[in-house]
């Protein structure tokens, strides 16, 4: 399996895929996308840091413990850091397994682990 965590300062692009294995029969991707509102505060953005030493170990972490249920072939995860503005992408991942329920469940997993055990933090920007 090849596990690739990138973080940028930039918009996000998906990186290309790195190979193609003729038994993938699924490749999921997921945008996240900063929202306009959070609960009842207007958004301009998202200020996110992480402490990403810790935060790819965490990945890597979380990646080894799903894998062992869900068996993804390629894992690619890029996360936004600093300013987001709403409607930009401030999460990409992509999962790449033999069948679709491995791939799905993998990343959904991954996203609600990620939320909770990695060091990444958001701070809300009010909008002007």
Known sequence: MDIEVLFTDGPITPPPR???LRETGAVV???GIVRATEGDAQLG???YEAY???ARREFDRIISQLAVRHTPQDVCIVHRLGFVAVSEASLYVRVEAKHRGAALAFCGELID???QDV???K???AAP
Do not use: A, Y
């Open 123 to 125: 701070v809300v920007r």
């Open 29 to 31: 991707e997921f945008h």
């Open 113 to 115: 682990r990620m939320k």
């Open 119 to 121: 060091p990444i933090w």
């Open 52 to 54: 990403e030493p810790m």
């Open 45 to 47: 953005g998202l200020f």
């Open 18 to 20: 790195t190979r193609t």
